[in-house]
C-alpha cells in the first residue's frame, strides 16, 4: 500500500454547475498525518472541492491524487480507503444509536459478534453508550453530530474529510468534535477539515487554505497567515459604543487603514504595522472626547486575516450573500 509524503495533491480543480464556476483552479498540497483546514464562508467552493477530492462529482478540468491514487482514474481504490462526513447527519433517524453503527458494520462486512464489539466499541469511544438504545431521531445536536462521525469510522480510513461538521454545535460539542479529531490525527489518519468558524481552524489545522470565490487566495500556517498581513493588530475598547463609529472613522483617517467592528459593539481593530503611528492615533482619541476603556497591540486573529484577504469578516460574507439571494 502506497504511503505518499503528501495525501492530497492538487491543480488547477475546477466545476462548473451551469454557468456557475464554484471551484475556479483550486491547488492544495495535504501533508499526510495531519489536519489541513479549508477556510472559507457559505458558497467558497469549499464543498464542492471536498466532492471532488471524495470522488463524488467529477471535476470538469484539472488533476488531482489523493493516497497516491489518480483522482479520476483510481476512484475505485481511493474509495476503500478515505471516508466522508458531510454537514448533515446521514444515519437513520428511527434506528438506534446502537443499530445504525451495526447496520453499517455489517455493510462494511464485518460479521458475528463483530459486528456488536465494533459498534459497542464507537460507542464507547464517542461518548454514546447511554444513548445506545434511543433512537437517533432522539438524540441532541451534538450526540448526532458524534453519531455521524462514528459511522464514518466503522473502518478508520486513511484520509477522512469533515465538511464543518461543528456547524450549529454548542461549544462543549464543538470540543468534543475537536477532541475527537486530534485523537484520529494521533492515530495517523490524515483529515481535510473545511470550516467557515476561524477558531476552529486556527485550534486544529497544521494549515490552511482560505478559499474565496472558488480559488484559494492564501495559504500556510496559521501564524504565517497573521504575519502575512502585517506586524500586529491594535485592539481598542471604548467606554461608550455610541462613540465607535467616530472613533473608526478618525482612527482610519489617522493610520490610512480601515477599521473592523468587532462582535462587541464598544470594540473595534485594525491592522497596524507602525506602533508610533498607532500611539499617536489612539491619543487622538482622548481629544476628540472619545472615552478609551482599554486598549492592546497583539497578533492578529485568523478573522482579522479573512478581514484582510477579502474585506470583510466571514460572517459578513454569509449575511450579504442571504441578502443577495
Do not use: C
Not at 469549499?46 to 463524488?56: F, I, N, S, W
Not at 489523493?66 to 434506528?95: C, F, K, M, N, P
Not at 487603514?257 to 497596524?272: I, M, N
Amino acid at each position: 500500500m502506497s504511503h505518499p509524503e503528501f495525501a492530497i495533491e492538487s491543480e488547477g480543480l475546477v466545476k462548473h454547475f451551469g454557468k456557475t464556476k464554484a471551484v475556479n483552479g483550486v491547488d492544495l498540497r495535504v501533508r499526510a498525518g495531519t489536519v489541513y483546514g479549508v477556510l472559507g464562508p457559505n458558497g467558497a467552493g469549499k464543498t464542492t472541492t471536498v466532492r471532488m477530492l471524495a470522488t463524488l462529482i467529477a471535476p470538469d478540468a484539472g488533476r488531482a491524487t489523493v493516497l497516491g491514487h489518480d483522482l479520476v482514474r483510481e476512484g475505485d481504490a481511493l474509495r476503500r480507503r478515505i471516508s466522508l462526513t458531510g454537514q448533515y447527519a446521514s444515519v437513520d433517524e428511527d434506528l438506534t444509536g446502537r443499530e445504525n453503527l451495526m447496520l453499517l458494520a455489517k455493510l462494511q462486512g464485518f460479521r458475528g459478534i463483530d459486528v456488536k464489539r465494533r459498534a459497542d466499541d464507537l460507542l464507547e469511544a464517542f461518548d454514546l453508550t447511554d444513548a445506545a438504545t434511543k433512537q437517533a431521531k432522539d438524540y441532541s445536536g451534538g450526540m448526532r453530530r458524534r453519531l455521524d462521525i462514528a459511522a464514518s469510522l466503522v473502518v478508520v480510513p486513511d484520509l477522512l474529510f469533515l465538511d464543518e461538521p461543528t456547524t450549529g454545535l454548542d461549544p462543549r460539542s464543538r470540543n468534543q468534535v475537536w477532541g475527537i479529531v486530534r485523537a484520529l490525527v494521533n492515530d495517523g489518519t490524515t483529515v481535510l477539515l473545511t470550516t467557515q468558524y476561524l477558531d476552529e481552524a486556527d485550534e486544529l489545522a497544521a494549515r490552511i487554505a482560505v478559499i474565496d470565490h472558488g480559488t484559494v487566495i492564501a495559504e500556510g500556517t496559521s501564524a504565517e497567515l497573521k504575519a502575512s498581513v502585517g506586524s500586529g493588530t491594535l485592539h481598542v475598547n471604548l467606554r461608550d459604543p455610541a462613540h465607535r463609529e467616530r472613533a473608526g472613522q478618525l482612527l482610519t483617517e489617522r493610520l490610512g487603514v480601515v477599521a473592523h467592528f468587532e462582535t462587541d459593539p464598544a470594540a473595534l481593530s485594525l491592522q497596524v504595522s507602525d506602533t508610533a503611528r498607532a500611539a499617536e492615533a489612539l491619543a487622538e482619541l482622548p481629544r476628540a472626547n472619545i472615552p478609551v476603556a482599554g486598549f492592546s497591540l497583539g497578533q492578529p486573529s485568523l478573522d482579522e486575516v479573512f478581514f484582510a484577504l477579502t474585506g470583510q469578516t466571514a460572517e459578513n460574507k454569509e449575511e450579504n450573500k442571504e441578502r443577495a439571494q
